[in-house]
Nanobody
Framework: QVQLVESGGGLVQPGGSLRLSCAAS????????MGWYRQAPGSERELVAR???????NYADSVKGRFAISRDSAKNTVYLQMNSLKPEDTAVYYC???????????????WGQGTLVTVFS
């Protein structure tokens, strides 16, 4: 069984930085896209950043120039470097990945448990 485990959330002041990590573990044959979503209280979950296996990325307009997504395919891990954080970045951040398990012929979408990022002044 494959699972995603996030780490790196916490409290930070405006202008500060945090780095989130998400590691996929289990019987993994391959991983296609990996990404980060976030959900603030009272809001819908939204895409923050996404990276596909070929390396191309896309970002929400609100984080362009401040956040950077990267992945280490050898470690089945995706990172989100968040700089110049703002109070409106406060949310639970969820890792997302399309994973094909060993012995499977199709990709399934998985979610992590979420990690809270709080930007306070």
């Amino acid at each position: 069984q494959v699972q995603l485990v996030e780490s790196g959330g916490g409290l930070v002041q405006p202008g500060g930085s945090l780095r989130l990590s998400c590691a996929a573990s289990g019987s993994i044959r391959s991983i296609d896209a990996m990404g980060w979503y976030r959900q603030a209280p009272g809001s819908e979950r939204e895409l923050v950043a996404r990276i596909i296996s070929a390396g191309s990325t896309n970002y929400a307009d609100s984080v362009k120039g401040r956040f950077a997504i990267s992945r280490d395919s050898a470690k089945n891990t995706v990172y989100l470097q968040m700089n110049s954080l703002k109070p409106e970045d406060t949310a639970v951040y969820y890792c997302n990945a399309n994973v094909r398990s060993t012995g499977s012929f199709r990709y399934i979408e998985l979610w992590g448990q979420g990690t809270l990022v709080t930007v306070f002044s």
